[in-house]
């Protein structure tokens, strides 16, 4: 188990500033070695973080953390296995199942129209007569696009992403136009979906998204973080996201003190009325430790440590794929070449890219989960129930993003191709 002993090589290196006094320690074993360089030689300079972990048998058989969480030019504070990550799009696994509870309950069902839950007419103009359905915002097939932007502060409506002020044409035009699919047929990846699927909850519950979630889900199963960074119960973990420019790291989001939507915007908010606001697609800050756990409550069908919040089918329903890629359906940058309701397959076949699915060679099948990537952030949350396998990390301080280092084999990084292959060699 790697303890943070290159902290003071990585401020150096990527900082181009005198490092605090940290002796380096020698890694214990092979793969804390691997993982070391991963770090600091991964890309073309050394990211800022990584903290990983690789469960086996439904318990954590390895654990890594090295690098900083965040820094000031006299300081660096350790990242580690409790550190909150902004941790991307791993948020839509945990935000489906919020909405699964909802589900369950009889309140929302996934082959309804949006339209009914949202509290307003969602159609794409070019097939006005064909419902928008909730299963069609969760598997990225509802032929809505992110176009200029998909988050919104408080005090505007959703709705109004969709009104008649947006033409086709326009770059804030929020639906697929002139291609001839209709929804539910083309797999193209949407972030706003599920803004709309936050607003959904919200309506349903008539809870505040940020704050059903941390009830329903993250509460019930002990795991540190929320969606809403301004009422984080441990705001001291939270690291800073970063980008490595050519003037060093540069922070994204989440600087100290945390900055969040202002008392006054919350306080007005309607609930219901814009989902966006708390990014259910991106915007959840949770450790590696919390992942660890969320892997152990969908390998154990729904249930951890005797709280169950959702059924074993209701499980399987997230993770039985509702698109497969077949070459004419769907478009795509990353290894996705199935999706079920929130959730990607991994399985080994190939994606839009026209490269395997596959996150380390020899790979057989059997992952499923979300990556993560954003604001410099490459995150992954992937889990199988045979052997009780899970793989769960978060890689801070990527270059931009025309400077990263594709992978080898996939549509992975090269960074995340290495952890996977690293972690998966983790155990004999």
């Known amino acids: 188990m790697r303890q943070n002993g290159i902290l003071a090589a990585i401020c150096a290196l990527g900082l181009g500033i005198i490092a605090p006094a940290v002796a380096a320690t020698p890694a214990s074993n092979p793969t804390d070695t691997a993982m070391d360089a991963i770090l600091t030689q991964g890309e073309s300079r050394p990211l800022a973080a990584i903290v990983a972990m690789r469960l086996h048998r439904g318990r954590v058989a390895y654990s890594y953390h090295g690098g900083f969480a965040r820094r000031t030019d006299n300081a660096s504070v350790p990242a580690g296995p409790d550190t909150l990550f902004r941790i991307a799009s791993v948020s839509k696994l945990v935000t ?68 008649p002020a947006h033409r086709v044409g326009q770059p804030d035009y929020h639906f697929a136009h002139g291609a001839g699919h209709p929804p539910g047929t083309w ?19 008539g809870e505040r998204f940020d704050r059903y979630q941390q009830a329903h889900v993250l509460g019930p199963l002990g795991i540190d973080g929320g969606y809403n960074i301004a009422e984080l119960r441990h705001p001291d973990r939270l690291a800073t996201l970063y980008r490595d420019m050519p003037s060093g790291y540069v922070p994204q989001v989440d600087t100290q003190p945390p900055k969040g939507w202002s008392p006054a915007q919350l306080a007005s908010y309607v609930v219901g009325s814009n989902g966006t606001a708390f990014s259910p697609q991106g915007g959840l800050r949770v450790s590696v430790a919390g992942l660890a756990r969320l892997a152990r409550f969908m390998q154990q069908g729904g249930t951890l440590d005797g709280t169950r919040l959702l059924s074993a089918h209701s499980v399987q329903q997230m993770e039985t794929p509702t698109w497969r890629y077949d070459c004419h359906d769907g478009t795509c940058p990353y290894p996705i070449a199935s999706y079920g309701l929130g959730m990607i397959q991994l399985t080994g076949q190939p994606d839009p890219n026209g490269r395997p699915s596959a996150p380390y060679r020899g790979y057989h099948g059997g992952l499923r989960g979300h990556l993560g990537d954003a604001y410099g952030l490459h995150s992954g949350f992937w889990y199988e129930t045979a052997n009780g396998d899970a793989f769960v990390f978060a890689a801070d301080g990527y270059p931009d993003e025309d400077a990263i280092t594709p992978g080898a084999y996939s549509s992975f990084t090269r960074v995340e191709e290495q952890i996977f292959t690293t972690l998966a060699g983790a155990v004999p």
């Open 96 to 163: 489906t199942i919020g909405l699964m509870e909802l589900v369950e309950r009889g309140r929302v069902s996934l082959d309804a129209d949006a339209s009914d839950y949202l509290g307003f007419r969602l159609r794409n103009p070019d097939f006005a007569d064909q419902p928008i359905t909730v299963r069609m915002l969760l598997n990225h097939t509802s032929t809505i696009v992110d176009a200029d932007r998909y988050t919104l502060p408080p005090e505007q409506k959703v709705a109004d992403l969709f009104g």
């Open 187 to 205: 797999f193209e990846y949407c972030n706003l979906c599920y803004g709309l699927i936050g607003t959904i909850i919200e309506r349903v519950s």
